[in-house]
């Protein structure tokens, strides 16, 4: 088997282990909003404060911008969608419990990659992208006392979701030289290890 097979093999193993914690498992408590901030400003933020929404971000969108040569925009666009059906799924009042442990798996297997600097092809990543935008989605449940306040912060996290990684890919495209993308590599390998700390420790509790 070559090494390419080898990884999306892992790939999909992680991603399945994901979409099992996304899609079956019980109820959990919301997010308060950030800084005490609500509505729609308050979603806005909250992608870039969640440590776990934040890591899983510059994870891929770090990995869409190193594979820039090989996918198109597909994947962004993919992740923008499926955090609008994520957050969608959370008006009908469902909130799996383990979201936030699918967002730090998938963070692991985008910063992991990252790490490999492998060329994948664009399905992987537009697969790798939709699953963590329904994770980071089901992930971000609103803490507020009115369902009009409720709905304009998961618009604003929507709008955010989707800002946060246009910029990150953006920036990590025009990481061209050799020290640049040896740096990106080298976040990558943080993100995953930080990412596996964070799991560890919810594990061991």
Known sequence: MSAVPGILVVLLALLGLALGSVLFAPPALAHPAPFGVPGFFGGLLHPAFVPAHLMAALGLGILVGQQAQHWGRSAPATLIVALIVGLAVLTTGVVP????????LLALTSGALVALARPLPERAGCTLAA???????LDSPPEVVSVRQAHLMLIGTAFGGGLLLIVIVEIATRLTSPWQRIAARILGSWIAASAVLVLAFLVSR
Do not use: C, Q, S, Y
């Open 131 to 137: 699953v963590t935008g329904i994770a980071i989605g």
């Open 97 to 104: 419990r383990f979201a936030g442990e699918a967002v730090l």
